[in-house]
């Protein structure tokens, strides 16, 4: 089977839930200016599933950042549901590395922290959470501390969090990067399992190959800072765990590690 190698950044024809167009953006200091991404385009479809891959300093977590509305790009413009992107937005949830965790909230009251801070009635912030902390499958530990929890039950209650929110936008920056083998596995599951019951748009920064290909539809390879695209793989036979046994999952990822070598 062969690979398929896009060098746009349009997918099907679809309203789009996420589009970047000639977006740049320049962090300044009083010392120096440093260009992070230069002249970005990109469009998300409603529901798709995005990998950004790239080495590190491209550019990967400013462009979530964009996105989250947590920085205003230089040049270009952002939008969501087209509109434009001017600050956070409600439905859409960021993912950290590091959980965002307040250690001294119970685990129900961290699910629901992002619905508190909305001003959502408390009773009914707590069952959505709840139901939240049900799906991914920790609402054993509701009345736990995040200090009693593994790392991957931690990374599970930031997705309840996120998912609590009645998401349409999931970003996610490197959120399993800090787990063992097999619990990242377990997540990486999770993760595909709640896109296709939530049908959100999703975009996950990774530096994981494998995991690139496991959960993107479309994988953006970018280039070295400053941070543009170098090419996107259309992985369509994405959506089940079972893909990871295919040959094309195996080829599709020796692909894509050629193309991170050439940029070595």
């Known amino acids: 089977m062969s690979i398929t190698t896009k060098q746009t950044s349009r997918p099907t024809k679809c309203r789009a839930a996420i589009e970047l167009h000639d977006v740049s953006l320049c962090y ?19 529901g ?7 080495a590190s300093g491209c550019g990967k977590t400013s462009l979530l950042n964009l996105i989250a509305g947590l920085r205003k790009p230089t040049t270009g413009t952002v939008s969501v549901k087209g509109e434009s992107v001017v600050g956070p937005r409600k439905q859409t949830s960021l993912i950290l590395q590091d959980y965002g965790l307040l ?3 119970t685990v129900l009251d961290n699910a629901a922290l992002g619905l508190s801070i909305q001003k959502i009635p408390r009773k009914t912030a707590r069952k959505k959470a709840m139901e939240a902390l049900r799906v991914v499958g920790i609402e054993d530990f509701a ?3 995040p200090r009693e929890l593994s790392g991957g039950m931690r990374q599970r209650l930031a997705m309840a969090r996120a998912m609590a929110l009645e998401t349409d936008i999931m970003l996610m920056d490197e ?11 377990e997540l990486q599951n999770v993760l595909l399992d709640l896109w296709q019951s939530e049908s959100y748009a999703q975009i996950l920064v990774t530096h994981s190959i494998e995991e690139a290909v496991l959960l993107g539809r479309r994988i953006v390879l970018m280039t070295p800072r400053p941070g543009k695209i170098r090419t ?12 990871r046994q ?3 999952f195996h080829e599709r990822c020796t692909h894509l590690r050629e193309l991170l070598l050439g940029d070595k």
Not at 176 to 184: G, H, I, V, Y
Not at 232 to 243: A, C, F, L, S, V
Request: glycine share 6%.
């Open 246 to 248: 295919s040959a094309i």
């Open 232 to 243: 996107i793989i259309d992985n369509p036979e994405m959506g089940t765990r079972e893909y």
């Open 48 to 54: 798709e599933p995005i990998a950004i891959i790239g």
């Open 175 to 185: 959120p399993l990067s800090a787990l063992d083998a097999l619990t990242r596995e």
């Open 103 to 105: 250690p001294w909230k």
């Open 28 to 46: 300044k200091t009083a010392q120096k200016e440093t260009l992070a991404i230069d002249g970005l385009s990109l469009m998300v479809e409603q």
């Open 143 to 145: 009345t736990s501390y």
